[in-house]
Nanobody
């Protein structure tokens, strides 16, 4: 199973970006999917998660600026980010719990996509 993240880039403060992360490989179904980020010199932190049923959870720092969504048929999770701030600059990773069959599953991480917000 592989997770391929995309959509990062350089944007000015106040701008928007939409990240995508597609899972591929041997997939029976996918449970939770989520986005995490790691800024230089800091620990990785949770940004948002979404269950297979669409229940979402956000970190406090999101403050209503980001929206996580998923397309189950495409095995893809999205993160729409608005009103970006310089402190949102980080490497954004996607994570998913993938069931490869009815009896086994694991967490998988994507390689990360870099988001840089200039002031």
């Amino acid at each position: 199973v592989q997770l391929q993240a995309s959509g990062g880039g350089l944007v000015q403060a106040g701008g928007s970006l939409k990240l995508s992360c597609a899972a591929s490989g041997r997939i029976f179904n996918i449970r939770d999917m989520g986005w995490y980020r790691q800024a230089p010199g800091k620990q990785r932190e949770l940004v948002a998660t979404i269950t297979a049923g669409g229940r979402t959870k956000y970190a406090d720092f999101v403050e209503g600026r980001f929206t996580i969504s998923r397309h189950n048929a495409k095995n893809t999770v999205y993160l729409e980010m608005n009103s970006l701030k310089p402190e949102d600059t980080a490497l954004y990773h996607c994570k998913a719990y993938v069931n490869r069959d009815m009896w086994s599953g694991s967490h998988y991480w994507g390689q990360g996509t870099l988001v840089t917000v200039s002031s």
